[in-house]
């Protein structure tokens, strides 16, 4: 039996038993590119913000979908009924990368490509965009492909997404971007999304070459705690840093600059920063854009002659409408004496 012809066959074994599942999702991808073709846009070509229940509900509906095709043939026990066919691991995968492709990957191109009809743009002259979109669903896809993988049954599977929300609950009070509203250059979930792909095709291809369960499941549970390390615990200055690398400025834009001010800061001000448990310093400083730009509160650190180190505290963002994003003009520093710069 060669390999396309086993994994044909595996593939349309995996049809005839899970039509009704796929004829589902597919409804609901319709469903969702009429929601995102008609929605109302202002003046500006920015879409009005609004809830669509359908951006949740269908990468859930895919995760299950791609786990009742990979659990047909399950990989984990020593019961299964697919090794004693003389086809081997190869032309399962195929068939189960196949089944993926036909029927989550390919209808999305296709739900992408008419909304940019809909909108009255050429898809054609979009093509490097729909093909990111369609890497980034392959990023999302495969943590679930990995946990069909490593589950015995849907029970097993299902029980990994409550046990990941409960974590997510229980260390979003940790993050340490508890205040930060601009996105702009907030790097966590690439690079948690990254690290968490990656961990997932290791565990997928472990378990499928080698069907090494407790092993393929070590190695999908180190990279998901690395992932959620990243996106909780990754400072500021590291998010900025790897924004900065991956987004160099145009030759076009010039660096703003920052310069210490002469001014003094107002009664209000000093007032507002007032605390009698420590000694406050607050430093004045300008920040001069030679093109148009948007600056979030910047980090600052302090030396002092004698070796000491002094970092700049943060202001609470402003919960004002149409103020979600401010730059802070005045640093403060705990310190005992003011820092000599």
């Known amino acids: 039996m060669t390999l396309v012809h086993a994994a044909r066959s595996i593939l349309r074994k995996d049809i005839e038993r899970l039509w009704p599942a796929i004829t589902f999702t597919l409804v609901f991808l319709i469903v969702w590119t009429w929601q995102e073709s008609t929605r109302p846009i202002t003046a500006g070509a920015t879409p009005i913000p609004q809830s669509n229940w359908l951006d949740f509900a269908l990468p859930f509906a895919w995760s299950l979908l791609i786990a009742l095709a990979i659990q047909q043939d399950p990989l984990t026990g020593d019961r299964e009924f697919w090794p004693t066919l003389p086809c081997g691991w190869r032309p399962l995968l195929a068939a189960k990368a196949a089944f993926i492709a036909v029927f989550v990957q390919f209808p999305y191109f296709l739900a992408t490509a008419a909304i940019l009809l809909a909108r009255h743009f050429n898809p054609a002259q979009h093509i ?65 999304l990254i690290v968490l792909a990656t961990g997932a095709a290791a565990a997928v291809l472990l378990q499928f070459t080698k069907r090494y369960t407790v092993r393929s499941r070590i190695v999908a ?121």
């Open 221 to 341: 549970a180190i990279f998901a705690i690395a992932a959620a390390s990243a996106y909780n615990y990754l400072s500021r200055d590291a998010s900025a840093a790897v924004y900065g690398a991956t987004h160099p400025a145009r030759a076009t834009q010039s660096a703003p600059s920052v310069n210490l001010a002469s001014r003094e800061p107002d009664a209000d001000m000093l007032r507002g920063y007032y605390n009698y448990r420590r000694a406050t310093t607050l430093i004045p400083i300008d920040i001069n854009l030679a093109s148009p730009a948007h600056l979030d509160q910047i980090s600052l650190e302090l030396t002092t002659a004698s070796g000491e180190r002094f970092n700049a505290h943060w202001q609470t963002v402003s919960n004002e409408p149409g103020r979600d994003r401010i730059v802070t003009n005045i640093i403060s520093f705990d310190s005992s004496t003011v820092p000599e710069c």
């Open 128 to 192: 490097p965009h729909l093909f990111w979109k369609q890497l980034v669903l392959l990023a999302l896809i495969l943590p679930a492909t990995a946990a069909a993988t490593v589950t015995k049954n849907m029970a097993q599977f299902l029980l990994l997404p409550i046990a990941v929300a409960s974590a997510a609950v229980f260390l979003s009070g940790n993050s340490t971007f508890a205040n930060y509203n601009d996105d702009s250059w907030d790097m966590r979930w690439n690079l948690a």
